[in-house]
């Protein structure tokens, strides 16, 4: 049987943040421990994705929990400015969110994707004309062509932002800053108004 740490035991958040920057494995893994074995951030977060068959809240836990102790290590988190568990759960409702966005989003590129098959029998029915088609066909292989030639970081970028994805949230998923993520959108934006 699987042993809790009780009430006395829990470390302050100023002792787990001391804990994850330190050398000590021994108070890094009660540190973690102790963020794995919060009822109320597995309970919020188990509530918040409620019955979706998308998302998974042991998979939006462990995401959060990693993305904290990359904070804590990178500086920016501050124990006097926020609470653990409000930071871990500001981090887990923002990966709910963008989860729940991208599957939204893949639900819409698959009924796009539909819409767009020559072979689909809706076509035909709706009367759409099979030139109309192909010329959308051609115009999105050139668009393809010229993302190509922004290079992989650009794409990402300007992918994020054609998504809705705010400056914030594409910082969070490139592992910037927001300015860095607002500098690269302006450039990336640029590179391809010159493209075309």
Same mark, same amino acid.
């Given at each position: 049987?699987? &042993?809790?740490?009780?009430?006395?035991?829990?470390?302050?958040?100023?002792?787990?943040?001391?804990?994850?920057?330190?050398?000590?494995?021994?108070?890094?893994?009660?540190?973690?421990?102790?963020?794995?074995?919060?009822?109320? !951030?597995?309970?919020? !977060?188990?509530?918040?994705?409620?019955?979706?068959?998308?998302?998974?809240?042991?998979?939006?836990?462990?995401?959060?929990?990693?993305?904290?102790? =990359?904070?804590?290590?990178?500086?920016?988190?501050?124990?006097?400015?926020?609470?653990?568990?409000?930071? !871990?759960?500001?981090?887990?409702?923002?990966?709910?969110?963008?989860?729940?966005? &991208?599957?939204?989003?893949?639900?819409?590129?698959?009924?796009?994707?539909?819409?767009?098959?020559?072979?689909?029998?809706?076509?035909?029915?709706?009367?759409?004309?099979?030139?109309?088609?192909?010329?959308?066909?051609?115009?999105?292989?050139?668009?393809?062509?010229?993302?190509?030639?922004?290079? &992989?970081?650009?794409? &990402?970028?300007?992918?994020?932002?054609?998504?809705?994805?705010?400056?914030? =949230?594409?910082?969070? =998923?490139?592992?910037? %800053?927001?300015? %860095?993520?607002?500098?690269?959108?302006? =450039?990336?934006?640029?590179?391809?108004?010159?493209?075309?």
């Amino acid at each position: 049987m699987k &042993k809790h740490p009780s009430p006395s035991d829990d470390m302050s958040d100023e002792e787990i943040a001391a804990a994850l920057r330190g050398k000590n494995r021994k108070l890094q893994d009660k540190a973690l421990q102790q963020l794995y074995q919060d009822d109320i !951030i597995r309970h919020t !977060i188990m509530k918040w994705v409620g019955n979706s068959s998308d998302i998974n809240s042991d998979d939006i836990l462990q995401e959060s929990i990693i993305t904290f102790c =990359e904070k804590v290590w990178s500086g920016v988190y501050d124990p006097s400015k926020s609470k653990v568990r409000t930071y !871990i759960l500001s981090i887990a409702n923002f990966l709910i969110m963008r989860d729940a966005r &991208k599957n939204n989003r893949r639900d819409n590129l698959l009924e796009q994707e539909q819409l767009s098959n020559p072979d689909n029998p809706l076509l035909t029915d709706q009367g759409i004309d099979p030139e109309e088609l192909l010329e959308s066909k051609q115009e999105r292989e050139w668009i393809h062509k010229i993302l190509a030639k922004l290079g &992989k970081r650009c794409q &990402k970028v300007l992918g994020l932002w054609m998504l809705s994805f705010s400056s914030a =949230e594409i910082a969070m =998923e490139m592992r910037w %800053t927001e300015s %860095t993520a607002k500098d690269a959108v302006k =450039e990336c934006k640029r590179k391809l108004r010159e493209l075309f």
